[in-house]
């Protein structure tokens, strides 16, 4: 599919707002390629070339309609050769196929990627970016972010055990190299991320938060919204616990309310979140979710 937007600039056509104090500005719907990339996770019925051009669809239909906020990594990836995660980066590799049929757009493009998780060290961390770039087919990425850190004693006391000065300063120097515009971190601990916005490092932080998971509402998001750090929050439309929900009132039945876009609207009405990726694999999710802040717009005004 070949977007009509290939030999153009993409339109505003959605509200947006800003990136904490960086001076940009992001749609507040972003394209999540998680799906994309985790979508055959070790299903041996897997038809990976059929998922893939659906996929590059969808990255083409997202442009076409004005999203410019692309969040990947190098987990979200199909093939599991063991039991650790996999190694082929086909979300990555597959937003880099679009990036490649769209060049003349990459400065109109905000692409966020992370480090391979496993690997926080300062060699480590070049060589994630590094093969990230060359998947990506751009010199350079937006944001860069430190993957979630899922460990169970990562707190407000003890981060800096999990996230060093050796990764600290390897992210500002691949800043300072200009093979990244901004750093970010993503995580499961609120203590612990609010702790990290408070160093001054950080231009945008990742929480799980949604309208089932609200723990950085008790206090992330102030201490983000003084210290002028983004908010991008981590599975905002509440990673399918909405939709079972209803699925358990509502057995058989269509529910009153579009679960998804109460999702929307509740992350939407803190001012410090500056984009919601919502996971999506095909054209329909991306029309869907594009009329949902369409409608929302309408509701509750937000800014173009």
Not at 264 to 274: E, G, R, T
Request: glycine share 8%; net charge neutral; aromatic share 10%.
């Amino acid at each position: 599919m070949t977007s009509a937007l290939a030999n153009a600039s993409p339109q505003v056509l959605l509200p947006t707002r800003p990136l904490g104090r960086t001076g940009l500005r992001l749609p507040v719907l972003g394209f999540g390629t998680a799906p994309i990339g985790l979508s055959g996770y070790q299903d041996p019925q897997f038809d990976q070339q059929q998922s893939e051009r659906e996929s590059l669809r969808a990255l083409d239909a997202a442009i076409d309609h004005g999203i410019t906020f692309f969040d990947t990594a190098p987990a979200y990836a199909n093939k599991v050769p063991t039991d650790g995660w996999s190694t082929d980066r086909a979300s990555e590799r597959m937003l880099g196929q679009m990036l490649g049929s769209h060049r003349r757009l990459r400065d109109r493009l905000f692409i966020a990627t992370k480090n391979m998780f496993d690997r926080m060290d300062a060699d480590g961390i070049r060589k994630s970016l590094d093969y990230s770039l060359k998947l990506l087919k751009t010199d350079y990425v937006d944001l860069f972010q430190i993957h979630g850190i899922f460990a169970k004693p990562f707190r407000a006391d003890n981060w800096h055990d999990f996230i060093t000065d050796e990764v600290l300063e390897t992210f500002l120097e691949l800043r300072q190299k200009g093979k990244v515009r901004y750093i970010g971190v993503t995580g499961y601990r609120e203590g612990a991320l609010s702790a990290l916005i408070e160093t001054g490092v950080f231009q945008a932080v990742m929480p799980q938060f949604n309208y089932f998971y609200r723990g950085a509402e008790w206090e992330l998001v102030k201490l983000a919204q003084q210290h002028g750090v983004a908010v991008i929050p981590m599975r905002p439309l509440t990673g399918g616990l909405m939709q079972s929900m209803m699925n358990e009132l509502l057995p058989g039945h269509q529910p009153p309310l579009n679960p998804f876009k109460v999702a929307m609207k509740y992350i939407l009405q803190f001012d410090c979140v500056s984009s919601i990726p919502v996971g999506m694999r095909t054209v329909r999710e991306v029309e869907e979710n594009v009329r949902l802040i369409e409608e929302l717009e309408r509701e509750i005004g937000l800014a173009r």
